[in-house]
């Protein structure tokens, strides 16, 4: 259901294919996926039911494998192979690439498969069966994300009704321990209700998703939950003290918001604070980007959607760990009122910035955000933003950049996103670059050389955050928002990017 609000159309909570476990193919099954390894020289199929076997011998005079190998499938991961139905259901072969697959490779091929699937639908949505061998409730959850995310498509900004193509998956996993596999289904739906929920907010353009829009769909998706939300608005940011995100918002029409999530279970011990950057359209402002750099723009908030979204699924997991959560929203925008190259801004807490460019916004809006979070007292602070054009120049579109107060901390994270599927690189915060942000008008400057940009941003932020307070970033720029063509789970646009690291990093952390 769409929530409308006056001409607003607003995010709905997703409503994803219903997706169970079975212990073979359901009866009225139109697509069956089954995967394909190469296991030393020789591909095999994996999780294809025995009778197909002897009824593609009996259709097509050869087995399935030569069958499926002749029609293009391949061991090679992200490849898929479409059959002809065999025994009343269509075959898509994905590929599971060398040896032992592992949840990410499941977690990809289902979402590929999944989204093979969907190109076969014509007038009625089809029931998809995926049979890739997921026993194991790690390979069950990755298959079940994988799917619902691969389902996943942008929702259309029209009054028409939209009809599914996926009427329903079921996950054949001839499970052992019943117990895991159900935890595993329903773990696994509620991260990828949170991921599409991040895209969702990502792919929904700034003229609709603003910071008061963005600030009441944050608070539309917490109800019902035990998340305590507090927002503040541009009077009170103003008379708070919020300089860094009053001056970025200063130039556009649609006022600040700060949103603040906590989600603190009782006799949790750990404390978790999480700060996105929510700049919902961001054109440079008086520094302004050329057309081609702009166009994407919207996604700038991917770091708050990805922190709100995230906290949401800790909170619906009912992980023992407490979380408080900021989302700093601004649109940065030239205008008569916009701040400006060289202004000098006091920010919450007192600390002054030389503004180096107006197109540097993220880290001044995160920067309040930050000093304000040191109040709550956390235990680690984490943030995650789409802040700089140069972690993507070094690390592409697909890795988050990952920057530290101390090694350990950066392991934190990088044992997170390894367990969630997501690639994180670590980048250092060298004191030579820190020192580049010295400013002879104020504390300090938000940018310094071009070179070394994404370092740069990470040692601004830190300075923000209690000095004894362990501290990372995550530098989304890259990943956040898929322009090229789908692969695996991710379609195109938002990708949600993030959520998965931070519930597992909660996980990890909780007691
Ligand atoms: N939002 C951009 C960074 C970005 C670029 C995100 C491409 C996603 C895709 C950010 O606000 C920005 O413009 N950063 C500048 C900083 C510079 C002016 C110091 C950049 O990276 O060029
Ligand atoms: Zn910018
Ligand atoms: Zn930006």
Sequence with gaps: MTTIYAERILVPIPVMPAITLAQTAPENTDVLVIGIASNGDAPILVGAPVELDAAANAMFGTSLLDLALSLGADAKIHTTAVLPAIKGSRIVVVGLGEGDADPEVIRQAAGAAVRAAQGLAKDAALHVALSLETTDPELLQGAVEGALLGAHTMIKVTQKAAAAKIADLAIICNCETTDACATALKDGEIVARNVIVARDWVNMPANLLYPETFAKEAQSVAANLPITVEMLDDTQLEAQGYGGIMAVGKGSARKPRLVRFAYAPAGAAFHLAIIGKGITFDSGGLDI?????????????????????????????????????????????PSGEAYRPS?????????????????????????????????????????????????????????????????????????????????????????????????????????????????AAAAFLQSFVAEETPYAHLDIAGPAFNTESPFGYVGLGGSGVGVRTLVSLARSLQH
Excluded: F, H
């Design 289 to 333: 980007k050329p057309a081609d750099g702009m166009y994407t723009m919207k996604c700038d908030m991917g770091g708050a959607a990805a922190a709100l979204a995230a906290t949401r699924a800790i909170a619906e997991l009912g992980l023992n760990i407490k979380v408080t959560t900021y989302a700093a929203m601004a649109e940065n925008m």
């Design 343 to 455: 202004d000098v801004l006091t920010m919450y807490g007192g600390k002054t910035v030389e503004n180096a460019n107006t197109d540097a916004e993220g880290r001044l809006v995160m920067g309040d955000a930050l000093a304000r979070a040191n109040e709550d007292e956390p235990d680690l602070v984490v943030d995650i933003a789409t802040l700089t054009g140069a972690c993507m120049v070094a690390l592409g579109e697909r890795i988050t950049g990952l920057m530290a107060s101390d090694d350990q901390t950066a392991d934190l994270l990088l044992d997170a996103a390894e367990a969630a599927g997501e690639e994180l690189w670590q980048l250092p915060i060298p004191q030579a670059i820190r020192d580049g942000l010295s400013s002879k008008i104020a504390d300090i400057k938000s940018s310094g050389s071009r070179l070394g940009g994404a370092m």
